[in-house]
């Protein structure tokens, strides 16, 4: 390890933008344009974060103490697609959406299924982004990436454990996303993208300040009547509308009334709001069903943030 750091800026008291818009602050901020800048940071900090679009992000108000390393610079925005073999090679820090639409535009489906998405390559990559219509397993061949000791590693989709919203590759730090497409008619690849939006606009609150889901699908453990059965999968957005909480708020942040399993946020808001109305809404469903909802939103914060947090994973 330990290439030169001398041309890496680092930022102080920098702004961590998210789809909340609100929250505190990174004690440092570096943007990386390489993988020799990347392993850099690790020598600054091998337990930094790497911050992505910002859409499944809440930051604590105290801010996060961790280096902070984004990865949305023009050297990991990258984008390479073969419309011979449907092969497309995009950088961690390329967003979703973009690249979406730049193989809809080629005829190349497969990735539109995840259209409404917004997060980055990397990001989607780490948590298995998906939907109602797919997810990003469905479609990844291979992942770059590096390890917390600066070594590089290519894994082949055979070797990624790919589960429902994970990837079990949290311990590495992804630097490109490998995916195999298929060609296609221009005309239906598009009719199935603004399906996906469609039913996105309907169903979620796109136009409020929002992370997307709070919490994960979670699989039931034991039949529960008009929920469903032992080991099926169910919403928990149904879950937790069923158990009263639409329209729940504190301070700023409130339960949505389009989709239960959203949390808006006001300008006045605070993240604290939020994590307090989290543990609300877990608790509630917790109570009602006996049903512990694991989340999906990822928190930063400081070590007391972490122990709150500890009874609602």
């Keep these: 390890m330990n290439p030169t750091t001398h041309h890496l800026e680092i930022e102080r008291d920098a702004e961590i933008p998210t789809w909340f818009h609100i929250g505190g602050r990174a004690d440092r901020l570096a943007r990386s344009e390489t993988t020799t800048e990347l392993i850099a940071c690790l020598d600054l900090d091998d337990e930094f974060v790497i911050l992505g679009e910002g859409a499944n992000l809440l930051v604590d108000d105290c801010g996060i103490s961790n280096l902070v390393v984004s990865l949305e610079t023009d050297g990991f925005r990258q984008v390479e697609i073969d419309t011979v073999t449907g092969v497309v090679r995009a950088g961690a820090g390329a967003t979703l959406p973009n690249l ?24 989607a990559a780490i948590m298995n982004a998906g939907g109602a219509f797919g997810s990003m397993s469905d479609v990844v061949i291979a992942i770059k990436a590096i390890d917390r000791a600066g070594r590089e590693h290519i894994y082949e989709r055979s070797q990624i454990d790919f589960g429902y919203r994970q990837s079990h590759l949290n311990h590495l730090i992804i630097t490109e996303v490998i995916f195999g497409l298929c060609a296609g008619d221009k ?13 996105k606009s309907e169903s979620q609150p796109l136009g409020e300040k929002s992370a997307g889901c709070v919490f994960k699908n979670p699989l039931l453990a034991v039949d529960l009547d ?10 928990a957005g149904m879950l937790i509308d069923r158990a009263g909480c639409k329209g729940m708020s504190v301070g700023g942040a409130t339960v949505s009334d389009l989709h239960a399993n959203f949390i808006t946020t006001r300008s006045d808001a605070g993240a604290h709001q939020v994590i307090e109305l989290i543990s609300m809404v877990h608790k509630r469903v917790f109570d ?17 943030t972490a122990n709150t947090l500890e009874r609602i994973q």
């Design 100 to 123: 979406i639409n730049r193989c809809v535009r080629c005829g190349l489906g497969g990735l539109e299924v995840l259209a409404g998405i917004p997060a980055t390559v990397g990001g």
């Design 187 to 199: 005309g239906e690849i598009k009719e199935s993208l603004n399906k996906c939006m469609e039913y």
């Design 226 to 235: 008009g929920i469903g059965q032992s080991g099926e999968r169910v919403s």
């Design 288 to 304: 009602s069903f006996g049903i512990a909802l694991d989340r999906e939103l990822v928190i930063w914060g400081d070590e007391s």
